[in-house]
T-cell receptor
Framework: AQSVTQLDSHVSVSEGTPVLLRCNYS??????LFWYVQHPNKGLQLLLK??????LVKGINGFEAEFKKSETSFHLTKPSAHMSDAAEYFC?????????????FGTGTRLKVLA | DVKVTQSSRYLVKRTGEKVFLECVQD?????MFWYRQDPGLGLRLIYF???????EKGDIPEGYSVSREKKERFSLILESASTNQTSMYLC???????????FGSGTRLTVV
């Protein structure tokens, strides 16, 4: 069965320092993986996605993620945090094979950026 | 810019009321979804629809129904609201499976 685990529920970084949000997945086939961001009282916004093309995926706002099949990981990184990055981040894996539309959401990582 | 619009940002309803949550997308997407979001539980799929008049149950459909009479509109119905349905409800749409979702801003429903 497919699953996704976000290893940290909360992460705090100082402004200008790197961001690492960790995500591990379990899938019996080649997955599609996504990262979404949710700012307070807002809906979720797609940051980036991996769909079996390049393993290093670049997204919006300077974020990127690397798909590592050997480690079953899809960690989200950013070289330098900005105050506006403070939000909740969700790692997502598709639940089924092609033709299904269900996704499994991680429980989220809340990123705090300190001035 | 593509948009998914949820009609209400905040709602307060009484136990036993029938509640309608409306969602409209302007992207001509085939697929639409309703999720609820609760602290510590993440997002859970209630229902989804991949075509007009088509619907499929998600992981937690009990106590909910949906309606999709037009491609752009997907309604979530709480037949008889209960306090355990107090939650943030998120609507999303998608063109194809691996394109990712576009989400609305959410409706925070409180049932008292």
């Amino acid at each position: 069965a497919q699953s996704v685990t976000q290893l940290d529920s909360h992460v705090s970084v100082s402004e200008g320092t790197p961001v690492l949000l960790r995500c591990n997945y379990s899938s019996s086939y080649s997955p599609s993986l996504f990262w979404y961001v949710q700012h307070p009282n807002k809906g979720l916004q797609l940051l980036l996605k991996y769909t079996s093309a390049a393993t290093l995926v670049k997204g919006i706002n300077g974020f990127e993620a690397e798909f590592k099949k050997s480690e079953t990981s899809f960690h989200l990184t950013k070289p330098s945090a900005h105050m506006s990055d403070a939000a909740e981040y969700f790692c997502v894996v598709n639940k089924g094979t092609s033709g299904t539309y269900k996704y499994i959401f991680g429980t989220g990582t809340r990123l705090k950026v300190l001035a | 810019d593509v948009k998914v619009t949820q009609s209400s940002r905040y709602l307060v309803k009484r136990t036993g009321e029938k509640v309608f949550l409306e969602c409209v997308q302007d992207m001509d997407h085939e697929n639409m979804f309703w999720y609820r979001q609760d602290p510590g539980l993440g997002l859970r799929l209630i229902y989804f629809s991949y075509d007009v008049k088509m619907k499929e149950k998600g992981d937690i459909p009990e106590g909910y129904s949906v309606s999709r009479e037009k491609k752009e509109r997907f309604s979530l119905i709480l037949e008889s609201a209960s306090t355990n349905q107090t939650s943030m409800y998120l609507c999303a749409s998608s063109l194809q499976q691996n394109y990712g979702y576009t989400f609305g801003s959410g409706t925070r429903l409180t049932v008292v």
